[in-house]
């Protein structure tokens, strides 16, 4: 009986393909969707401790007021906005638009860079106003 596996290419991996911007924000689009889940359970809590009574509330405001609570509370403006500047990335393409090589990969790098650039505007302004 002959082997037939043995004569099948290799499916490619990524060993195989080259790293590109477009891939990387694609990753980076998954893990922000799974980041705001656990964002939501934070947002979740909030709501909760605010319908809880004053006492509950004031203590998860005391932790979101602490270092690390501010630390998870950008990173979860950072997702939120980097996860919506690429659904609307994704939102184009289903449309038909922005296949081309150069544009896609331009859009990629835009993307990384306006959701940073976006979420540092949005904790200037909430400083400001607060």
């Known amino acids: 009986m002959a082997n037939v596996t043995k004569n099948r290419p290799l499916s490619p991996h990524l060993q195989i393909y080259k790293f590109i911007p477009t891939m990387a924000m694609s990753i980076m689009h998954r893990i922000t969707g799974a980041a705001l889940y656990f964002g939501t359970v934070l947002v979740a809590a909030w709501l909760i401790a605010a319908a809880s009574g004053e006492e509950n509330f004031n203590e998860v405001n005391g932790l979101f007021g602490s270092l690390v ?8 403006t950072w997702a939120l906005l980097h996860h919506l500047l690429g659904g609307l990335r994704h939102m184009m393409w289903d449309l038909g638009y922005g296949f081309e090589k150069e544009f896609s990969t331009m859009l990629a790098k835009a993307n990384l860079v306006a959701s940073i650039g976006l979420t540092v505007l949005v904790w200037i302004v909430v400083l400001l106003v607060r």
Do not use: D, E, N
């Open 69 to 76: 609570g501010q630390i998870i509370l950008f990173g979860y």
